[in-house]
């Protein structure tokens, strides 16, 4: 049963700020006797005003995380997670169409998710270890990612253009979190996801969705009487 109110949460579905029946909701509130801090939770179950999905979200508070202000910074989880980046169309379609197996497309669902849980090392991670599959797929894996790299450039499957960018920036990014606890921020990690997809549509869905493209040949010119 509803219980009257009305709260704006976010909606995986319709957007980020969007008006939710509050269904039942519970509030703790804890006190450390050794610390002097206090805090609490706020459990809310909410259904989404516009698509009617129904989330679970938790707001947490303590009085030793504040602002400017002395306000207790609130965190909120959302389950299930908020998604912060949408997936591509062509996830679950094209070469991917019940290829329910698919190592791509296993990974690429798995750093999403690590993505949507603010676990950015492992994104990261992921993403390095995507670009190591498909590098081996494409070319084969002669024992070292420099030479896998360097093969995998030679074969053309990155242009001109790309080339520093793959090279400096995508594989490096997932070697700094792996060697050196580096945490990418959001912004440099929905820029490697742009990249990582934009190269597996390259390689993989435009040459599917293209293969039965038919070029409309040339009116034939008739012959002079
Ligand atoms: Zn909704």
Redesign the pocket.
């Known amino acids: 049963m509803s219980d009257g109110t009305d709260i704006k949460a976010n909606?995986n579905?319709?957007g980020p700020s969007?008006n939710h029946e509050v269904i039942k909701k519970v509030e703790t509130r804890w006190e450390d006797d050794d610390s002097g801090y206090v805090g609490g939770d706020t459990y809310q179950l909410i259904r989404?005003r516009?698509?009617?999905?129904i989330h679970l979200r938790h707001d947490r508070w303590n009085d030793h995380d504040t602002d400017e202000q002395g306000r207790p910074n609130i965190e909120i989880v959302y389950y299930p997670p908020a998604v912060s980046r949408r997936e591509p169309s062509w996830i679950s379609d094209g070469p991917f169409l019940f290829d329910w197996d698919n190592p791509i497309i296993a990974l690429l669902r798995e750093i999403y998710s690590a993505l949507h849980n603010d676990s950015r090392r492992l994104a990261a991670m992921g993403i390095r270890a995507l670009l190591e599959h498909i590098m081996i797929e494409k070319v084969g894996d002669s024992g070292s990612i420099g030479e896998n790299v360097k093969r995998f450039l030679a074969a053309g499957h990155v242009a001109k253009a790309s080339e520093d960018t793959f090279k400096n920036h995508l594989l490096e990014f997932g070697h700094a979190a792996i060697h050196r606890n580096y945490r990418p921020s959001q912004r440099d990690l929905n820029a490697l996801l742009d990249i990582t997809e934009a190269l597996i549509a390259a390689l993989y869905v435009h040459p599917f969705q293209t293969k039965d493209l038919k070029i409309p040949g040339r009116p034939q010119r008739k012959d002079k009487p």
Do not use: A, M, P, V
């Not at 516009?50 to 999905?53: I, M, Q, R, S, T």
């Open positions: 909606c579905s319709c969007r989404c516009g698509c009617e999905k």
